[in-house]
């Protein structure tokens, strides 16, 4: 039989992105088991070594070292997230290695690495992309709303959104009145809210984690301040434990997604991936639902598989060439690469949570829960404005 061929990456298994990197983790053991069964990958089965980097940027490139010098995989991919992306770059430059990263925001933008590929769909200008649906949608409100507060959890993974704010918030014609960080040890948020509430904002523009997403809007509900829209950059609405712990609390808010189940973006291969992620989701302590790291996790996978299988190789230069030219036909739709390894094409949705009764996980499967706001060629409801109106 054939010695394995294996690939190395790391992945945040502890630390406040847990949640989520096991989501990815579920998704690349399916991805494995069904590469396997068809095969392998040049005739050799495939093993994944996962390391976890504790959601500490400083363990990355030594984990990353120790997988190509002394493990000797055969490939790496890239890990969940700009915190576990970023600090693997140069490494991954200097040795010129092919690098598929899961759902980092411009990890490339400063290096601009030909060897770099993103799965996320924020298209070749991704600050912006991430945050513009929410500027766009509330420009079109009336009476109109002129004034932003940004909020954001002092971490590497919010600088980029916030820029990308910045600019969204001057390109439509929004004044920033308030911007505060918070540290990711924060755990009373009313005080971020109450300086939020004094600066009179139209606008609250969040970007956080997981658990202090849950802590803003909960403290935003306990408090009387009311903006006209809540949300643009979270990361925890799209998790199904922060689902079901805020449940009704999630009403009115604005917040971005890569992959609703709306008619027009399922397939055949994403109900069929779903159905077995979600049958296991549970016992394997993963988001229930994979919409949103899941999904993406397995394409991540399918497109290392699909350069090596094209250029019956491991090299990588003829992974890098292949890979800068080529479509790849992923769970996450039909996907090409462009400056910077971004996705030649954005595909950021803002959805708003509507009607969301008790805490239950299943009423989120329905496309009417989250109400696709942006872009306009893929609305699906109307937006229920001002955010008070919504709860």
Known sequence: ????????????????????????RLAHKIWQENINRSGGLLGRPVDLICIDDQADASLVEKIYERLLDEDHIDLIAGGYGTNSLRPA???????????????GLGVNQELGYDGYFSMVPTGPDPNSALTEGFFSVGAQQSP??????????????????ILGAKENAKRYGFTVVHEQTYPLTTTNFQPVIEQA??????????????????????????????????GASMIGPQNSDVRMEL??????????????????????????????????????????????IALFAYAQ?????????ATNSLQNDLLIDYSRNAQFD????????????????PRVLQVQFQDIEGNGVEQFLQETRQVILAPEDMQSGSIRYPYSMAF
């Not at 658990?211 to 301040?225: H, K």
């Not at 992923?330 to 996705?343: C, D, Q, R, Y």
Request: one cysteine or more; glycine letters at 8%.
């Open 1 to 24: 039989m054939s010695h394995p061929l294996r690939i190395g990456y790391t992945l945040s298994l502890t630390g406040p992105l847990a949640g989520n990197a096991r989501s990815a």
């Open 89 to 103: 770059m140069e490494l991954v430059k200097q040795r010129r290695l092919f690098f598929v990263g899961l759902l």
């Open 144 to 161: 109109r709303p002129t004034t932003v507060a940004l909020i954001s959890a002092d971490a590497e993974f919010s600088r980029n959104p």
């Open 197 to 230: 509430a004094s600066s009179g904002c139209d606008l609250l523009f969040l970007c956080s984690y997981l658990a202090d997403s849950v802590g803003l809007i909960r403290a935003l509900r306990e408090s009387t301040f009311q903006p006209k829209m809540v």
């Open 247 to 292: 449940g009704p609390l999630l009403n009115g808010v604005i917040n971005y997604e890569y992959w609703v189940p709306v008619q027009a973006l399922r397939t055949t291969a994403t109900d069929s991936f779903l159905e077995t992620y979600q049958s296991r989701a549970a016992s394997e302590g993963a988001d229930l639902m994979g919409h949103y």
């Open 301 to 309: 996978m399918e497109v290392i598989a699909q350069a090596v299988q």
């Open 330 to 345: 992923t769970v996450a739709g039909k996907v090409s690469f462009g400056p910077n390894g971004e996705w030649q094409k």
